[in-house]
């Protein structure tokens, strides 16, 4: 049996039911009054407010090793600051990206190096005791090569002088104190105890989250100064009093007129191979930072770390590249080279496995040195490059000397990081 639903008609205002024409005439009207009404409601609610356009002291650009402690002392200082990066903070791209640099010493003559290096270490200890996971580790660095080397010498001297942690000695002192390498009559060597080994990408994260500032993924052109306000343009509308480009490889790029041929990006391999199951002889503490400079330093390495494997490179300028588009595959030349170097000074490493490697570039001065300048013509835009693969480890000097320039713009520019000193890098192929 079917239930009949029976709903009683609402009276209308006056006591009157309305008729059936007047209920659809109604219900035909109701989306558009519904309509109105939403419209109504929307214009009455608050408009969302533009994004503030925001002015800073500095920006920076780059969030590389220099970058990144530029950031860190000028916010330290009381600074506003916004740190740029195409690529974020650490890529593989960047020189400062992959898995662990050296820091030393021992510069030979060269003690505006040593210098910074001294003066650096404290910070990226800091930085590693609080770290979720070491940044600094204190393998030691041993500087080999034969009597006589004057470079060796220097650096000896250099540490003696400057009351830093070292010992030294002939070459029955080297083969007695590390039995897994190969030493030849005549060899002296030098091992620094104070230093070691940073972690390469994590640090530079580290560096900027210990800052507290966010690193922001933009593609930043050449500087533009507003002549109205006298303030630098960022690309989303906001301004800064001051601009630090330190872009590493990129450099030249943004700025060929004045860099090209200046500062160069070029090519370079690192190796890692893989020590038999338990031995334990080619990681800390047993082996320590070293470096080989029987073969005018060319060639390096790093202990085991962090499960990376034992780390061999060539220190030697490759081939001109463009850091966007290179593509980072090694070569079996440069894998065998390394190979019938390791056979030589690491017999017990003759038949590794390659585990890994990398392609990286260095950015190359034509003097080697730094590049902390102004752009030539403006008094408030910073140029910094030139780590010429060896920057990373002075990333906390070279950035306290940047934010010094820009908290006291009389301060004078160190002559040998001048804009002026640096001429033509001769091209080399090596590779």
């Known amino acids: 049996m079917a239930i009949a639903i029976t709903r009683k008609r609402r009276p209308v205002a006056g006591g009157k039911t309305p008729s059936r024409r007047a209920l659809l005439t109604g219900l035909a009207a109701l989306p558009v009054a519904a309509t109105a009404a939403a419209a109504e409601r929307r214009s009455k609610k608050r408009k969302p407010a533009k994004p503030k356009v925001q002015h800073v002291d500095v920006a920076i650009i780059g969030a590389g090793v220099f970058g990144a402690w530029t950031a860190w002392h000028l916010l330290r200082a ?3 600051v916004r740190l740029f990066d195409a690529y974020g903070a650490g890529h593989v791209r960047a020189s400062s990206g992959g ?4 820091i030393r010493m021992g510069y030979g003559a060269d003690a505006i190096y040593s210098e910074m290096a001294r003066e650096s270490l404290p910070y990226w200890k800091s930085l590693s005791d609080t770290a979720s996971a070491p940044i600094f580790h204190n393998t030691g660095v041993l500087w080999f090569g034969p009597q006589g080397d004057a470079y060796t010498a220097q650096s000896l001297a250099w540490l003696q002088a400057n009351r830093v942690g070292h010992e030294h000695g002939d070459v029955r002192w080297l083969q007695n104190k590390y039995r897994q390498m190969q030493f030849y009559q005549g060899e002296t060597g030098v091992l620094e105890t ?5 972690i390469a ?3 530079v994260q580290e560096v900027i989250a210990d800052a507290q500032i966010t690193v922001e993924r933009v593609v930043m052109p ?3 100064l507003s002549k109205r306000i006298k303030r630098h343009s960022l690309p989303d509308g906001g301004t800064a009093d001051h601009l630090v480009y330190a872009l590493g490889p990129w ?4 700025f060929p007129q004045q860099l090209m041929n200046k500062i160069v990006a070029t090519r370079q391999e690192v190796y890692h191979f893989g020590a038999p199951q338990g031995d334990t002889r080619f990681a800390p503490p047993e ?3 070293w470096a080989d400079n029987s073969n005018n330093g060319i060639f390096y390495g790093i202990p085991d770390l962090e499960g990376a494997g034992f780390k061999i490179a060539i220190d030697r300028h490759g081939p001109m590249i463009d850091p966007d588009t290179m593509e980072r595959q090694l070569t079996p030349a440069g894998i065998a080279e390394a190979r019938a170097y390791i056979a030589r000074r690491f017999p017990a490493l003759a038949s590794a496995p390659l585990i890994g490697g990398r392609v990286c570039q260095y950015e190359n001065s034509s003097n080697g040195d730094y590049l902390i300048d102004r752009f030539p013509g403006q008094e408030r835009v910073w140029l910094v490059g030139g780590g010429s693969g060896h920057g990373f480890k002075n990333g906390p000097a070279v950035g306290k000397r940047v934010a010094a320039h ?4 009389k301060l004078a520019i160190e002559p040998r990081f001048s804009f002026a000193t640096k001429g033509t890098v001769a091209a080399r192929t090596v590779f």
């Not at 450099?251 to 943004?254: H, P």
């Open 78 to 80: 009381g600074k506003s």
């Open 201 to 203: 990408g994590r640090g």
């Open 99 to 102: 898995e662990s640099r050296v």
């Open 251 to 254: 450099l030249a790029e943004l």
């Open 194 to 198: 104070e230093t070691g080994a940073l």
């Open 287 to 289: 082996l320590p930072v």
């Open 406 to 409: 820009i908290l006291a713009p």
């Open 222 to 224: 050449a500087p533009l």
